[in-house]
């Protein structure tokens, strides 16, 4: 069964920082994986889709990586605002059954 | 550009009762699942469907069915509902090479 894990639960930084969120799975044989914003009481927002036979995508201030043999993703925040304050979700698919697999996510708190 | 569309929005039931939480989508994807969002649990995966008239069960099922007649509506019903049934839903869908949307969930409080 595929697990993902996400590093650290909470984080809170203050204004300007980069910061980087780590997101970890154990199956490897994924179809792609995917970053989503979250704020309170509302749905998911996209972020970045990484394909399986992609290494990067970016968009923005946000960068996200793929390792797929080390089952690693990170999402990097450039020049942090408290705009950015929210939970950040990873999901993984396996296949194209379009079953994701989420990471309970991490809280990010920028404080202005 | 609606997107997903869930409703309603809110929904207070009384245990063993049945209903029907909606979910449709206006971008002709192939893919729709339903999760439930719990505390600490992260996202758990219901049931799923990869089109018209072809449903199967997620990690989670017990309690819930669905049917898909259209590619458009991938409804989600409560047989008998239970207050671990307590959550908030979320109905997904994609093209499958694409990136998946998420409709803006359903708080669900059984009493």
């Known amino acids: 069964k595929q697990e993902v894990t996400q590093i650290p639960a909470a984080l809170s930084v203050p204004e300007g920082e980069n910061l980087v969120l780590n997101c970890s799975f154990t199956?490897?044989?994924?179809?792609?994986l995917q970053w989503f914003r979250q704020d309170p009481g509302k749905g998911l927002t996209s972020l970045l889709l990484?394909?399986?036979?992609?290494r990067e995508q970016t968009s923005g201030r946000l960068n996200a990586s793929l390792d797929k043999s080390s089952g690693r993703s990170t999402l990097y925040i450039a020049a942090s605002q408290p705009g950015d304050s929210a939970t950040y979700l990873c999901?993984?698919?396996?296949?194209?059954?379009?079953?994701?697999?989420f990471g309970s996510g991490t809280k990010l708190n920028v404080k202005p | 550009n609606a997107g997903v569309t869930q409703t309603p929005k809110f929904q207070v039931l009384k245990t063993g009762q049945s209903m029907t939480l909606q979910c449709a989508q206006d971008?002709?994807?192939?893919?729709m699942s339903w999760y439930r969002q719990d505390p600490g649990m992260g996202l758990r995966l219901i049931h799923y469907?990869?089109?018209?008239?072809?449903?199967d069960q997620g990690e989670v099922p017990n309690g819930y069915n669905v049917s898909r007649s259209t590619t458009e509506d991938f409804p989600l019903r409560l047989l008998s509902a239970a207050p671990s049934q307590t959550s908030v839903y979320f109905c997904?869908?994609?093209?499958?090479?694409?990136?998946?949307?998420f409709g803006q969930g359903t708080r669900l409080t059984v009493v």
């Open positions: 997904a869908s994609s093209s499958g090479v694409s990136e998946a949307f």
């Open positions: 199956d490897s044989a994924i179809y792609n």
């Open positions: 990484i394909q399986s036979s992609q």
């Open positions: 999901a993984v698919v396996l296949y194209n059954f379009n079953k994701f697999y």
């Open positions: 971008m002709n994807h192939e893919y």
């Open positions: 469907s990869v089109g018209a008239g072809i449903t």
